[in-house]
């Protein structure tokens, strides 16, 4: 696929996004780890809740998990994912001694990786979120939706699990696009391209999506000859 191609109807579609700094890499680490397994709305609440009752990190560290619990009640799990922010605040502590990563920032991005998925309960999606929304560093962190539509569209192999998938787009697309087209893949996962009936009739990548080409006729298909995957950023 031509990648360049892919992000230009990506950016023609949704607009051009660029990473400003909202929160600090903690802060965005904290907030990860409260939205797995639940909804962005219930996440929100429970950081925010978090915050209200003890203010900052240091506090947050202090606190007895029972109370940690409470205070984010509302975003699910929450005895595991008390005891998950303890244990990152303490590993951060303890190896940096004070709490905040945003040193990350000087490390390359693999350095980076590496150091926070050595923290219990960090994989790649979340280390990915860290490094992209937290530093603006060139991590495709791949949810759901970046990893059903990037898929369809023949960027990674059907059978690479999701664990690979983060490398292998990062490999493809040019640093300074990856904030833009992880935004662009996420909105038009949940626009168009869903998981239960894709709109492929209203889609304008239609015409470059190896999933809608491996449905078309063997006469169909022969139209489209630019589904190899350049190994090489071009984005
Ligand atoms: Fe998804 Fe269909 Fe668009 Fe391909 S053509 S990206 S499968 S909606």
């Known amino acids: ?98 709490y905040s990563i945003d040193f990350l920032a000087c490390l390359s991005l693999p350095e980076a990786k590496m150091w926070l998925r050595k923290m219990p309960g960090v994989g790649p999606k979340t280390a990915g979120c860290v490094l992209l929304f937290g530093l603006g560093m060139p991590a495709m962190p791949v949810d759901t939706h970046v990893f059903r539509v990037t898929k369809r569209l023949g960027l990674i192999g059907s059978r690479i699990p999701v664990d690979q998938a983060h490398d292998i787009l990062e490999s493809l697309i040019l640093p300074e696009k990856v904030y833009s087209c992880h935004l662009h893949l996420i909105e038009h996962g949940r626009r168009v391209c869903r998981a239960q009936n894709p709109r492929c009739h209203q889609c304008m990548l239609v015409e470059i999506c190896a999933y809608q080409i491996s449905q078309a006729t063997p006469s169909e298909s022969t139209k489209s000859q630019d589904i190899k995957i350049s190994q090489s950023p071009t984005g």
């Open 1 to 98: 696929m031509n990648i360049k191609e892919l992000l230009n109807r990506l950016e023609s579609e949704y607009g051009p996004r660029h990473w400003e700094s909202r929160q600090d890499a903690l802060s965005v680490l904290i907030e990860t780890i409260l939205s797995q397994n639940t909804s962005d709305t219930n996440s929100h609440r429970a950081f925010n809740s978090l915050l209200a009752t003890f203010g900052n990190w240091e506090t947050v560290a202090h606190a007895n998990a029972e109370d940690i619990a409470h205070s984010i009640e509302q975003g699910g799990l929450s005895k595991i994912k008390a005891q998950r922010i303890k244990n990152v605040l303490e590993h951060i502590h303890q190896e940096r001694g004070d």
